[in-house]
């Protein structure tokens, strides 16, 4: 069993790597201007949301609470914006042949 402290200091660490890859892919978005990306940086920014709330509401379980939903959200981003993108490309190949 982890101690509080030992939680709380690792659910920082987590939010922190969260907001750094968020960034990274909003950079990436810069860029490229790819959906992909945003989709990818929103889901971290709610992710990094997510550990900071458990860190700083002192929420063990997080299963059993609504921060849960934060997580779902993110997953859900990362899904649509990889189907997006898959649809967009074989849209893209049936225009080509056509």
Request: proline share 1%.
């Amino acid at each position: 069993m982890m101690t509080p402290t030992a939680y709380a200091f690792m659910t920082g660490v987590l939010t922190a790597l969260y907001l750094i890859a968020g960034l990274f892919f909003l950079r990436f978005w810069r860029r490229t201007r790819d959906g992909l990306f945003l989709a990818f940086a929103a889901a971290f920014a709610l992710m990094a949301l997510n550990q900071g709330i458990l860190a700083l509401g002192g929420l063990l379980r997080e299963e059993q609470t609504w921060v849960y939903l934060l997580r779902l959200a993110a997953f859900l981003l990362i899904i649509l914006g990889i189907a997006r993108k898959n649809i967009g490309r074989q849209a893209a190949r049936q225009a080509a042949r056509s």
